[in-house]
């Protein structure tokens, strides 16, 4: 059964899952998903694969400050110890880059409200 304490297990799941596959090269949702899925079939089940697929994309676009501080610090370190620090300014954890101006692909202020699942 989707409880709210089961959603709230799910929904750290699923964003511990997401920081780690991202710290060893990556994920999308559906990676995420199967991840989860496999580690915690009943749970998956309980909430059905549409909503936690749902939920999956929500947090994967959605920043995650850890990440925004990591991938922040890693050009930091990189535009210093390859290019002297010449590359524009770039941050994470925003919409916009200052250099260019395009957005990436952290969206800002995104809720993990249960609505998002109904």
């Known amino acids: 059964m989707s ?3 089961n959603f709230d297990k799910l929904a750290g799941l699923i ?5 780690e596959l991202m710290e060893n ?13 496999e580690e915690e ?8 694969r ?3 697929l749902k939920l999956c994309e929500v947090i994967h676009y ?7 501080e990591g991938l922040q ?3 930091i370190t990189f535009t210093r110890d390859y290019f002297g620090g010449r590359l524009p300014d770039y941050e994470f954890g925003r919409y916009t880059t200052q250099a260019s101006g395009e957005g990436i692909l952290l969206h800002r202020n ?4 249960r609505s998002t699942l109904d």
């Open 3 to 5: 409880h709210p304490q």
């Open 15 to 19: 964003r511990a899952q997401t920081f």
């Open 25 to 37: 090269g990556g994920t999308n949702p559906e990676a995420t998903y199967d991840v989860i899925a």
């Open 41 to 48: 079939p009943a749970l998956c089940a309980a909430f059905g």
């Open 50 to 52: 549409d909503r936690v």
């Open 62 to 68: 959605s920043e995650i400050p850890q990440i925004s």
């Open 73 to 75: 610090a890693r050009f």
């Open 110 to 113: 995104q809720s993990l409200a």
